[in-house]
């Protein structure tokens, strides 16, 4: 059993043998589904977990239980990896409510059989009272679902997030926080950075010690930090000044070319530059490196009138994930007709506060040393602008 505090106990499950998250993120460390569970007159459970953990949820309630019966179920995102379990807890303990917020009425039949009389919908600040906890209920919309919640226990002064504040990896992966809840934010939560903005408004003068989210650990001593990050990254504001070179290459002519301006940007003293494969690498990893700089340069052949395929693929990930307020630079590879660049700077022309910069160099097949020298002269451009 897992204390949080004396009365507010960890009842989660870490799943170490999956290894793809929502059919498309690659996870080394596996995923923890968190629950809790809150013991006082009342007892509340917080969140139940995806259908792979569900037995194993339900051997940590009991234990937590002793015994005892829960009278609430609290959902606060009704996503499957948290709701699978609903109706097998709602079947185990027939008396217990379960409590939605109002906007996930409607969608609630897509998630369960349970009978309306035995759901609570709650609103804005509408608060449920366990004796000396007392649970504030603050609405999340599109943080990232419409019906997601959030609740505050004064008692305790912690904060149950829902998935903000989440990250990849089990609870107990031997890593900081940062890296791979970056990695999620960007590109689970990314798009909707208006929202975030909204709900860091809202909690803004809530005193919080404990930060529960439905994945990865419970957050204390760092919440001013994880807090400052998020407001940056909601705000679409680089965390780093700095360059992130993203090259699709298709014979290795345009990785060669990339490796070369990563040593010319770093000779120049560039304070941070990172390089990507985009054949290769992690598409997520990608995506965060992209919104983490303030200089975004693509590199990329020429392919079919259009660009490469990895590239287009990462524009339109780029894009989906509402990607904006950053300078691009941008460098193609051509053996006969030149095309990337074109693709590449329309594609950018559809995100918002996007500048580009006017310099760009087109290799022909192999890097020249002409190639070098405007290689040069387009990485003294990107240094003015990171």
């Known amino acids: 059993m897992v204390k949080i505090t004396d009365t507010v106990k960890y009842a989660g499950v870490n799943d170490y043998e999956i290894d793809l998250f929502e059919g498309q993120y690659m996870l080394e460390k596996g995923m923890a589904y968190n629950s809790y569970v809150i013991l006082d007159e009342k007892i509340a459970v917080c969140d139940g977990v995806d259908k792979i953990a569900v037995d194993r949820w339900l051997d940590n309630l009991d234990k937590i239980l002793g015994g005892k019966t829960p009278d609430y179920l609290i959902v606060h995102h009704l996503e499957p990896d948290h709701s699978a379990s609903i109706d097998v807890f709602a079947e185990k303990y027939p008396a217990s409510k379960i409590v939605i917020s109002q906007g996930a009425l409607r969608m609630f039949p897509q998630f369960s059989d349970i009978p309306s009389e035995r759901i609570i919908a709650v609103k804005e600040k509408d ?30 002064k912690i904060l149950f997030s829902a998935d903000a504040f989440g990250k990849f990896g089990t609870v107990d992966a031997d890593e900081g926080w940062s890296c791979e809840a970056r990695r999620y934010y960007f590109n689970i939560v990314g798009k909707y950075g208006k929202q975030v903005q909204a709900v860091l408004a809202k909690l803004g003068g809530l005193d919080i010690d404990f930060i529960c989210p439905l994945h990865g650990p419970v957050l204390s001593d760092t919440i001013p930090e994880v807090v400052k990050l998020y407001d940056t990254w909601s705000k679409y504001e680089p965390e780093n000044r700095g360059v992130f070179i993203a090259a699709a290459s298709i014979h290795g002519n345009t990785l060669e070319a990339a490796e070369k301006m990563k040593e010319i940007l770093e000779a120049k003293g560039c304070p941070r530059v990172a390089m990507a494969d985009l054949s290769r690498d992690d598409i997520a990893e990608c995506v965060e490196d992209g919104f983490r700089h303030s200089v975004l340069l693509c590199m990329a052949s020429s392919y079919d009138a259009g660009v490469f395929a990895p590239m287009s693929d990462y524009l339109h990930h780029l894009e989906h994930k509402a990607f904006q307020n950053r300078t691009v630079a941008l460098v193609e590879n051509t053996s006969w007709a030149p095309s990337a660049i074109r693709t590449m700077k329309a594609e950018f022309e559809k995100m918002k506060d996007i500048s580009i910069l006017d310099k760009t160099v087109s290799i022909k097949t192999r890097l020249t040393d002409e190639n070098i020298k405007e290689l040069e002269e387009l990485a003294d451009e990107i240094i003015k602008n990171v």
């Open 127 to 156: 608060e449920l009272s366990l004796g000396e906890h007392k649970l504030t209920f603050f609405m999340a919309p599109m943080v990232h679902w419409p019906e997601v919640m959030v609740s505050y226990d004064e008692k305790d």
